[in-house]
């Protein structure tokens, strides 16, 4: 796909997402700070164009199954969010234009992002280590949390850097 289309289809998807979360902005401010980081870490990464792109969609929507999660279970659990995500995202991407190859990546990746083993792809790996990056500081997570979070967790090269350099590991 052309970037400067992909990169419409992203500010789009953005949109889409704020709205989504209209009068919660700490679920916007959420998701922008994951986008970010895993845009960070997938260039550092020197990720290939598409799975960067994967990436990217993903981690604005990552989160998109909370709301209903709290509304239904009155939970934000990760395997809540993780249920009810996927469902609710593929209208959203649907809706901007993104292929059906996409949209199922996306959903996978949504619908377990708050899995942490049997990770398979950087997509997927670095998805997971920017929302530690950020769960870690909105939650306040203790030092000994955050070495066991980089022990069993964190792989990439320029993840690890951020979180030593973010939290003094």
């Given amino acids: 796909m052309d970037r400067a289309v992909a990169d419409v289809m992203q500010v789009k998807l953005l949109h889409k997402m704020i709205d989504y979360y209209a009068g919660d902005a700490k679920r916007v401010q959420h998701f922008l700070k994951v986008y970010d980081f895993a845009r960070l870490i997938g260039k550092s990464e020197n990720l290939p164009e598409d799975v960067q792109f994967l990436l990217e969609i993903t981690a604005i929507v990552h989160d998109i199954g909370i709301k209903v999660s709290e509304e239904k279970y009155q939970s934000s659990a990760g395997t809540?969010?993780?249920?009810?995500?996927?469902?609710?995202?593929?209208?959203?991407?649907?809706?901007?234009?993104?292929?059906?190859?996409?949209?199922?990546?996306?959903?996978?990746?949504?619908?377990?992002?708050?899995?942490?083993?049997?990770?398979?792809?950087?997509?997927?790996?670095?998805?997971?280590?920017?929302?530690?990056?950020?769960?870690?500081?909105?939650?306040?997570?203790?030092?000994?949390?955050?070495?066991?979070?980089?022990?069993?967790?964190?792989?990439?090269?320029?993840?690890?850097?951020?979180?030593?350099?973010?939290?003094?590991?």
């Fill in 80 to 169: 809540y969010q993780e249920k009810e995500g996927p469902a609710i995202a593929k209208p959203m991407l649907v809706s901007v234009g993104y292929t059906e190859a996409v949209i199922e990546r996306v959903c996978y990746l949504i619908g377990h992002h708050h899995t942490y083993k049997d990770i398979d792809g950087l997509d997927y790996q670095i998805l997971v280590e920017a929302d530690f990056l950020v769960n870690i500081y909105e939650d306040g997570m203790s030092q000994q949390a955050i070495q066991s979070i980089e022990e069993k967790i964190f792989k990439t090269k320029t993840g690890k850097h951020l979180l030593e350099t973010m939290y003094s590991c």
